[in-house]
């Protein structure tokens, strides 16, 4: 384990952290024995199903007791525990760079990225970071092994917001580029077309991966309180817009309102884990709740 | 619309102040890196041209807050039309008042003239002028007011007798602003547009129109007009008295007139009082018409009581300059004509034509003066001159012009021998002889010495045949021309009595003038009546005429007690002055309600800058009124609107947004 200061992480933050385990919602393929359920059989105490002898079988799995009872070969399976490939998807264009209460979006995101990556290694899972703006700018793959984790901290650490937007051809190319079952978390402010990022969530759950999204809002972008015009500047390059605030907030909160209700609506339909992040939340709340509602669903499978 | 503080209009330009302290606003833009920049071109493309006029209506209130305060503190003055021209301070207000017996009509309950007055004066309070002028119809002399409160209590502004004379009024403004160079000029008449008061087809009102748009001042016409027709007002009018001798006994015969407005089709019975050395009567009258004439009504007198005055009243109506009507009489001295003439033949006759009197009962005199002796004619005792001699010149004929001045007539007869000189503007020409079968062919019937008897006949003209006349040359009217236009009789227009001039004599070589003698007889004692009327010793006088003395000297038997001395030739009444009674009445013509059309007083003030302001007697209505409750409710409705306009509309989906909820919508 790196123990590097960096300034996105907070030890105690990750201390009381660690206590939550990071579950994947949905079987994973891994490489070596872990804690996430695999969609194979495996060696684990945990009884799986019978299923009927075949040749080739190993006869050290034949249960003898069932042949006894019905005069049949069975062979006993359990299930298979495997490690988890955690992809972090983070947005690094522009409009990441926006912040009112003194914390950023990016930094925002660097601590979530950080201390999801550092929760997963520590459970022996692998961690990968792919940074996205008008492309895929940076990508890590996956690793388990705490080296590699310096690597991810140490990208996270450079990753400077600029450019347009591209999410969504970058996770149609990400859903595409990971070959195994993985938990992509993707920590975005999605201001892109909705109907493009529903394109994106079920292409990524129809190749079998766990998607979390954390959706980061600054409180001004929900509540555009301002009291005076202003001159609102594209952080993406765009165009700049001169509006009297009084005379487009309503159509402005409306406009917010409705893209709000239709991600809702998509992420509802395309089995993504949401998380609708103000920026200021508390990120350890955040990651909590992240972290035990998984916990939850493990225990109930 | 005016204001009585216009300065405080400039306090408009503060209606701009939403706009600047707008622009402002937008200059102190703040600048921000925004990334939902998605939101706010979706915000721009929704409801875009809504909220936009929003914003413009609500900016628009805030201005029209602004303007209806400015206006409210100006206090603005409703005047119809005519305030939108009378903004701003004049140089020089001139007042045009009609104080003519008509503007007494008080159909509405007061007279039009007081309303005339009252208004004026309270409309014409609240403007600023540096000067203002009052120019009455009784005296066309402009005469400078402290303010137009004056109009109320100055005694000129009161009712007259006599008829206005507008062209002659206007003149004297034009006249007043030309010699006082005055600045912008506003000129307010107040007239209850009689035609006789107007004068419509004088010449004068060409000439009035151009020299009035040659100013280099603008000058502003406002008619404050009055026009609505009098009410069962009834007017009587005596057209002739007459005192006939009967043995021990004397009586006096009065002629009247009862005229009403056209219309009042009810038969009504008036009662005519007479009032004669104090001693009154009464005559009922029938009237079923527009008018009805009483002839020679008898009025017993002493047979002693050769000379004095009279009146005919009707009870009071809605007009109250018209119910009355003054006569005197004298019979203490009859009529006197003077022949000035070297010809036997043609003095004698004049003489005698003269000297006989209408009434058996009636004095006329005449003398006969030969040429030469024309330096000691007595002016004074004259009331008719036979001239047939060579036209006068030097001190006689002033002397003769001021004797037509006064009222005086003068006949001209052609002398055999004409010389160059010139009377009234004319001359003899030459004689000529007249053929055989020459009549005369047109003359006036209608009026003048050759009008028709009472009876309506014509005289007998048609019977005079004419052997020589005498050519005129000059500039006069005839009243009687032969067949090929040769004029027989013609009167020159004078200031005073009448001149006329009688192109053959009464020689029986010249004409059968004297052998027919009812056309001479006719036309010469018209003439001397006329003459006595204007100079004898009892005289009808028109209010407002030429007079030939000094009307303050008269001393007032019978009128309007509150008449100033200055003004007793305007004012109806019986007067004494130096042995000779007086009686002043309204001109004929005011009797006859004719109103001027609108079309026509518009044309009168074609070209030029006029405004018309028809206004009731009977209105208390002030000309103008202050209007700043109006704009205040104007204000208060602009604010209110611009305050609803800027209300918030906070809804139950926007509130929520406000508080967004963070944290998961679902898992797997």
Redesign the interface.
Known sequence: MNHQSRPFLDPKVLARLAGIPLFA??PMQGTVSGRHQSPHRGSSVEFAEYREYVPGDDLRRMDWRAFGRCDRYYIKEFEADTNLRCCLVLDTS?????GSRGVT?IEYARRIAGAIGYLAVLQGDAIGLTCIAGGVVRNIPPRRNPAHLSAVFDVLQAARPRGQTQLPQALHELAETVRQRALVVIIS?L??DPEEVRGCFEHLRFRKH?VAVFHL??PL???FDFR?????????G?TS????PS??A????????G??ERL?QI??ES????????LS?DYEQ?LA??LT??T??RGAR | MTFLHPILLAGLALTVLPIVIHLINQLRYRTIRWGAMMFLLQANRMSRGLARLRQWLILLMRMLAIACLVFVISRPLASGLMGWLTAGEADTTVILLDRSPSMLDSSGGRSKLVAARQQLADALARFSSKRWVLIESASPKPRELESPAALERLPEAGPTSAAADLPAMLAAARDYIVANQAGRTEVWICSDLRANDWNSDDARWSKLRSSFAGLPQPVHFHLLAYSQPPQGDLAVRVTTVRHRKLGDAAELLVTLRLTRQAGSGDAVTVPVQFEIGGARSALNVELAGTSVEVRDHRIALDRQHLRGWGRVSIPADTNAADNDFYFAFDTSQGAHAITVSDDREVAEALRLTASIAPDPNGACTADILSADQQTSIEWGKAALVLWHAPLPKGDTARELAAFVGRGGQVIFFPPRQPNEREAFGVRWGSWTPVKDDAVIDRWRGDEDLLAKTQSGEDLPIGKLKLTNVCSLVGDATPLATLQDGVPVLARTSTSGGGAYFCTTTPAANDSNLAGEGVVLYVAIQRALAAGAAALGSARQVIAGGNLSEDATAWQRLAGNEGALSSEYGVQAGAYSSGGVLLAVNRPEEEDIAGVLGDERVAGLFEGLDFTRIDQAASSERSLVEELWRPFLMAMMVALLVEAWLCLPRPTKETMTLARPETGPFVFG
């Open positions: 919602r949905h522009g409009s990441m760079d926006f979006k402010d201001f892109v766990d809002l600054d972008e929900l509540d005076r015009p202003m001159r609102f500047v594209d952080l993406e765009g817009i001169f509006a009297e005379a487009i309503e159509r402005y909160l409306t406009a917010v309102r893209y709000l809702k992420v509802l089995a993504v884990d949401y998380h609708r992040v103000t939340d955040v709740r992240f509602g998984r939850r669903r």
